[in-house]
């Protein structure tokens, strides 16, 4: 369990683990499941930043800027390095093929640019709406993340990979077959928690919307990538999350 915890931060976080991890298949099944707490972990550090920021006199807009910055150097913007390259790759509306290639190429092209502008203002702009409607409580900020990873996990659990070579390939021969098992319980243990801790419905609508998303998401790879790649898990979270969020803010507004 160690293993995958120590894996689990240093592939997915910034947090420097200056060590050698064996990638067994149980430490790689762990790390994975490991996934959405470090999620979690990330959306606790964050509403420390909106706790703190809240005490001065600063405008919802800046805090709305300082959270989104948070979530980038926490995970040293590898989702977000994933969600250009599957932008570019797609917007190129060239064959499955190619579309390989553009993910591989470490180059950015101008889609994955203006994807990039849209998806950061649209976390923002949410983000600077939900402030402003007071309704920022603790426990949405640890949901959200935490709910993305357990939907990556469950995509990466669903879907095959878009070739034999890569991480997505290593990785998806790793991990155990009970994993989506311990994925769906763990997800359904936490969205009970916070519903009846809560007395609200709104873990459940999040848990309905965030399927939705895995499976709309996996028809997309499937289509336009023949399965999975490691830019394509960047790219789920980055964009679930966007999902969330505006839920949220459609809730509450």
Known sequence: MWHSILAALQFFTVI???REIPLTKRTVTGMFLMLAWIGLGIGALQYGVFVVLSDF??????????LVLTSALLTGGLHLDGFIDTSDAFFSYRDIKKRHAILDDPRVGAFG??????????KIVILYELITLGVMHWALFVLVPFMTRSGMLLFVLTTKPAKDTGI???F???LHKSTPYFALIQL??????????????????????????????????????????????GAYIEGAE???WLALLLHYA
Request: proline share 4%; no cysteine; glycine share 4%.
């Open 188 to 233: 359904n243990v936490i969205i009970i928690l916070f519903a009846v801790t809560l007395t609200s419905t709104v873990p459940v609508i999040l848990a309905i919307i965030l399927l939705a998303t895995v499976v709309l998401y996996r028809s997309f790879t499937l289509r336009n990538f023949g399965g999975m790649s490691g830019d394509l898990f």
């Open 113 to 122: 640019v203006m994807a990039f502008v849209f998806l950061i203002l649209s």
């Open 57 to 66: 006199t600063l405008t919802p807009l800046f805090i709305a800027v300082a």
């Open 242 to 244: 966007v999902v969330l």
């Open 16 to 18: 420097p683990i200056r």
């Open 168 to 170: 997505a390939h290593f």
């Open 172 to 174: 998806l021969q790793k």
